[in-house]
């Protein structure tokens, strides 16, 4: 964002309206970090939720018509509305989320209301029948979907894609705190 030189560990904000993201040095992101103030940038906060008493259920999980076992929910405030991505070979991928199923499952758990627009997200994970909830940094996500475009392989993305996939929720699961 400023001309200052940035170590590997940095933080990043997110342009509201494009919906880039840029790299930012400490001084930079603390100048967006007001969630109340009508800013044209907004710093991406670092905390990791684990949220265990969120229930979804399988078919819950269908109904939001996801096509793959990973998903990240976020308030889109420029457009007012509540966007569903997943990761793929192409990057993130948009998917039309039918706002009913979504509405229902966040009327039955309502900490999915705690993710602050636009710069946190939900990250829902489903194995087999159990579903899994991170509240994340959005920037978080991205993270994710680049690490899998990078090493996607084939129709399902491969081991080293699976391998990026467990060792980015290791990293997840060693900074969530219960929600
Ligand atoms: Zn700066």
């Not at 259920?57 to 420029?78: N, R, Y």
Request: hydrophobic letters at 40%; proline letters at 6%; one cysteine or more.
């Amino acid at each position: 964002m400023c001309s200052a030189a940035m170590g590997g560990e940095h933080s990043h904000v997110v342009d509201v309206r494009s919906r880039s993201m840029m790299c930012t040095c400490r001084p930079c992101y603390l100048l967006f970090t007001n969630a109340d103030a009508a800013l044209a940038y907004r710093s991406v906060p670092d905390r990791y939720l684990r949220c265990d008493a969120v229930a979804i259920s399988p078919g819950q999980w269908d109904d939001l018509a996801i096509p793959v076992g990973i998903a990240f929910f976020f308030t889109h405030s420029s457009r007012q509305q509540v966007v569903a991505f997943y990761p793929g070979p192409a990057g993130a991928t948009e998917s039309e989320l039918p706002l009913k199923a979504w509405e229902d499952i966040v009327e039955a758990n309502p900490v999915l209301l705690a993710a602050e627009q636009d710069v946190e997200a939900i990250l829902l994970r489903r194995r087999g029948d159990d579903i899994t909830c991170y509240l994340v940094p959005i920037d978080a996500c991205y993270e994710l979907v680049g690490r899998l475009r990078q090493q996607w392989r084939g129709f399902d993305g491969g081991q080293q894609a699976k391998r990026e996939l467990e060792a980015f929720f290791e990293s997840v699961e060693a900074r969530a705190q219960p929600a």
